[in-house]
């Protein structure tokens, strides 16, 4: 399966980092965050990744274009015939990364449906590109093939600032509210269907009419996650996530 990353955004929230870079690319221990959340799903097997690129997107592709020669010892001689580069390691993953432009004042919905070239008629991971978590991937997506939903998301106790969802004790989500109180609030790592590209192609927030219409219709399940979940939308989240980098026990780095 392919994963999609949300990472078109301006980040208003974190202004202080993202006058001069996307959010997805403010580092948590001198690597991005986004660096952070494809190496979770790598370690779950998922290499393949379409990237919705917006807001200073061009420092992203910059960033990958550059990422094996960043990740690699070289040794380099220079003449005036040009350069000869031995490579002698490289600590880069094997990944596929389709870094699409999807717009800049275009909203979820609309970045989604401007990468379904890339993904096809296929079933796919979703998420943002500002929050990590040590959610059971693979748990996620048996409950989301059991359910036979067009999108499973995942859902966490609240931390406030952010959608809320009510759900059925068959983990069926009766309501999808982007402010308010509930039990539960939307995390993002989500598995959707084809068919979700149906409900997509307005310039509107994935959270609203098309979150809003597959609940209506039933087609909208929850995995439910008691564990780690952190999203960098401030200054004070960035330094929480630091902090915890620092000091070791990073529940979302379960690679080597």
Known sequence: MKVVILAGGYGTRLSEETHA???PMVSIGKMPILWHIMKYYSAFGFNQFVICLGYKGYIIKEYFYNY???????????SPQGNEIKIHKSNAENWEITLADTGIDVQTGLRIKNVQEYIGNERFLLTY??????VDLNALIRQHEASGKTVTITAIQPQGRFGVIDFTEDLT?????EKGKSKYINAGFMVAEPELFNYLGKNEPLEYAPFEA???EGKMGVYTHNGFWKCMDTLSDLNILEGIWKGGNVPWKIWE
């Open 21 to 23: 870079l996307p959010k």
């Open 68 to 78: 094996w020669m960043r990740q690699s010892d070289i040794t380099l001689k220079t």
């Open 129 to 134: 590109g500002d929050g990590v978590s040590n």
């Open 173 to 177: 989500i009766t309501s999808f509210n």
């Open 214 to 216: 597959l609940v209506r």
